[in-house]
């Protein structure tokens, strides 16, 4: 079956602007999750949607939002960018909750880059 | 909260060598744990996992790993390192108990020289 696909894959965007990042989880799978990956940083996790609730957030300002759908499908956005806002944005989805299962299914990623 | 730290931020081994990336983790009881791979340009893909029972799992491409509760570590080894398995790995851990994101390490960058 289809893996966790995202788009876009690469977008460049200038300070200040508003970016929306799209995510289509594994068909049957309810809990999708965003990490921000950046080289100094890591991965870190931004929020969890399952059942379009957001079950978790992560310490990240409001600018950073994000919802689900009711097909599971996901969107995140990030409005006014800045340049430490270039990453690569990861989607992830799992059967249940994070908190259930664990085992994450990661897309291959969307790089923004902000200029 | 649980917290993940790999102590290496980057390894290299020659081909054919044995491998060893260390994860050290912090949780106040037992967790789950994960090793993931990311290739470059790519997303992560799971090695393998922790959950209960038996401590040493065996994941794909040959790896394994080893639950020590005492060391608080859930070490990664492959017996001989091919020239595929350069790439960055991360140990994460999760919580048994409520509803808790995952946390990942910062990885360790993996290169394999001939």
């Known amino acids: 079956k289809a893996g966790v696909t995202q788009t876009p894959r690469y977008l460049i965007k200038t300070r200040g602007q508003q970016v929306t990042l799209s995510c289509s989880p594994i068909?049957?799978?309810?809990?999708v999750s965003w990490y921000q990956q950046t080289p100094g940083q890591g991965l870190q996790f931004l929020f969890e949607?399952?059942?379009?609730?957001?079950?978790n957030k992560g310490n990240f300002p409001g600018r950073f939002s994000g919802r689900q759908f009711s097909n599971s499908r996901s969107e995140m956005n990030v409005s006014t960018l800045e340049l430490g806002d270039s990453a690569l944005y990861l989607c992830?989805?799992?059967?249940?909750?994070?908190?259930?299962?664990?085992?994450?299914?990661f897309g291959e990623g969307s790089r923004l880059t902000v200029l | 909260a649980q917290s993940v730290t790999q102590p290496d931020i980057h390894i290299t081994v020659s081909e054919g060598a044995s491998l060893e990336l260390r994860c050290n983790y912090s949780?106040?009881?037992?967790?789950?744990l994960f090793w993931y791979v990311q290739s470059p340009g790519q997303g992560l893909q799971l090695l393998l996992k922790?959950?209960?029972?038996?401590?040493l799992v065996q994941g794909i491409k040959g790896f394994e790993a080893e639950f020590k509760r005492s060391q608080s570590s859930f070490n990664l080894r492959k017996p001989s390192v091919h020239w595929s398995d350069a790439a960055e790995y991360f140990c994460?851990?999760?919580?048994?108990?409520?509803?808790?994101?995952?946390?990942f390490g910062k990885g360790t960058r993996l290169s394999v020289i001939a």
């Open positions: 992830a989805s799992s059967a249940g909750t994070s908190g259930d299962t664990g085992e994450l299914f």
């Open positions: 949780y106040g009881a037992t967790p789950y």
């Open positions: 994460a851990v999760g919580a048994h108990s409520g509803n808790t994101p995952l946390v």
């Open positions: 922790y959950f209960s029972g038996d401590t």
């Open positions: 068909s049957g799978h309810r809990s």
């Open positions: 949607y399952f059942s379009e609730t957001q079950r």
